[in-house]
T-cell receptor
Framework: AQKVTQAQTEISVVEKEDVTLDCVYETRDTTYYLFWYKQPPSGELVFLIR??????QNEISGRYSWNFQKSTSSFNFTITASQVVDSAVYFCALRGSNYKLTFGKGTLLTVNP | GAVVSQHPSRVICKSGTSVKIECRSLDFQATTMFWYRQFPKQSLMLMAT?????????EQGVEKDKFLINHASLTLSTLTVTSAHPEDSSFYIC????????????FGSGTRLTVV
């Protein structure tokens, strides 16, 4: 069975602070994919990144960066210099061999001006 | 890029009636579509997987007679909530399997169902 744990239910920061959203996963598959999505209040899911299990390189995209540590089964997401527009629910998700996505419970990020 | 159009975005219906939600792939063929349900402030839970031309596969605990899924063509998948009850009020979202694309999936914009 697959499982994704996002231990932080809610995080509140002040604009320009850096913030890291944690994600820990469990799977028996050797090949799998990890995802991060942003869900603003409107509800649609915005794709942020996909990482496969064989690629442990960290990735940076603008103010966003991701740290994949296979040894600790973690795929953490950092927003640098947060902005009010970053306020949303962020989901980490895992896809294994059955191609189904398992989502974590999400982290509500509030960035205050 | 690949777009999945989901309608309606919001619907209010009376208890006991049925509601149909449509997901259309606009510029590609969606062989496989996933349907999720999201209760307020909760995660997305997979309800079922539909494959074009065959019966949907439902996740454990999801009533297949209540949530009817039809995937009759490569561009249209529908979810019908039959005999809706207030506890069916939720956010429903579809997702097309796009494993060849970097995103892996294309999501519809979601349908907020309120049963009164």
């Amino acid at each position: 069975a697959q499982k994704v744990t996002q231990a932080q239910t809610e995080i509140s920061v002040v604009e320009k602070e850096d913030v890291t959203l944690d994600c820990v996963y469990e799977t028996r598959d050797t090949t799998y994919y990890l995802f991060w999505y942003k869900q603003p209040p409107s509800g649609e899911l915005v794709f942020l990144i996909r990482r496969n299990s064989f690629d442990e390189q960290n990735e940076i995209s603008g103010r966003y960066s991701w740290n994949f540590q296979k040894s600790t089964s973690s795929f953490n997401f950092t927003i640098t210099a947060s902005q009010v527009v970053d306020s949303a629910v962020y989901f980490c998700a895992l896809r294994g061999s059955n191609y189904k996505l398992t989502f974590g419970k999400g982290t509500l990020l509030t960035v205050n001006p | 890029g690949a777009v999945v159009s989901q309608h309606p975005s919001r619907v209010i219906c009376k208890s006991g009636t049925s509601v149909k939600i449509e997901c259309r792939s606009l510029d590609f063929q969606a062989t496989t579509m996933f349907w999720y349900r999201q209760f307020p402030k909760q995660s997305l839970m997979l309800m079922a997987t539909s494959n074009e031309g065959s019966k949907a596969t439902y996740e454990q605990g999801v009533e297949k007679d209540k949530f009817l899924i039809n995937h009759a063509s490569l561009t249209l998948s529908t979810l019908t909530v039959t005999s809706a009850h207030p506890e069916d009020s939720s956010f429903y979202i579809c997702s097309a399997d796009m494993r060849a694309q970097i995103s892996g999936y294309t999501f519809g914009s979601g349908t907020r169902l309120t049963v009164v």
